[in-house]
């Protein structure tokens, strides 16, 4: 799959599970009521993160939002924060997201700095995923130990008879829906991580060139270049006359005049 692909898969992707956690933290049926033991009844009650609604059998629908604040159990409101956390999450990736398609030039901008900006919008993303995730999962861990609570005092004996006296209420519709959204969301983050290694600059294909800065022990003639660094312990030594460079050998194959001086 080429770069552009995967980051475009990615961004799709994120943005359909930004739109599902965001529908799931507007619906109302977080919670329905279990019709298990009674099928048929007059009404029908469902709940939401911001308001409790009742359906009649006639079809009509009351809500009552939740005017209170301190008055809602810690693990609702913990809910809440969860979600719009991932909400404003999603926002900032899908923003940044944007700006570091490949496919969108503005201005000079380098791959290297879309390549940091798709990193960034995937690990925003992937935050974003887990937030809706932990917090639909802390809703239906509520729902599943109030279930069984109400189920344990449900049914109670007075004088061999059973009677009701509690409403159960199961996982609604918007649980499955913030779950859904949470793994495309964490999903798209993961590709978009994934595409950032495509888009990064190679800078390990350049050879690597060595220069010899002139200086004292480098030595000049016609007909070539002769340098030493006079590390070595083998080389020649040598020595200067008239302003050039020439070794022992060089000194006793060509006598000069002051070979006879």
Known sequence: MSVTACQGLGFVVSMIGFAGTIA???????????????????????QGLWRSCVRESSGFTECRGYYTLLGLPAMLQAVRALMIVGIVLGVIGLLVSIFALKCIRIG???????AKMTLTSGIVFIISGVCAIIGVSVFANMLVTNFWMSSASMYGTMGGMVQTVQTRYTFGAALFVGWVAGGLTLIGGVMMCIACRGLTPDDTNYKAVSYHASGHNVGYKSGGFKASTGFGSNMKNKK???GGARTEDEGQSHPSKYDYV
């Not at 329905?32 to 029908?44: E, G, I, R, W």
């Not at 000079?108 to 879309?114: L, P």
């Open 24 to 46: 799931a933290t507007c619906m109302d049926q977080w919670s329905t009521q279990d019709l298990y033991n009674n099928p048929v009844t007059a009404v029908f009650n469902y």
């Open 108 to 114: 000079n901008m380098e791959d290297s700095a879309k």
């Open 240 to 242: 200067i006359y008239d």
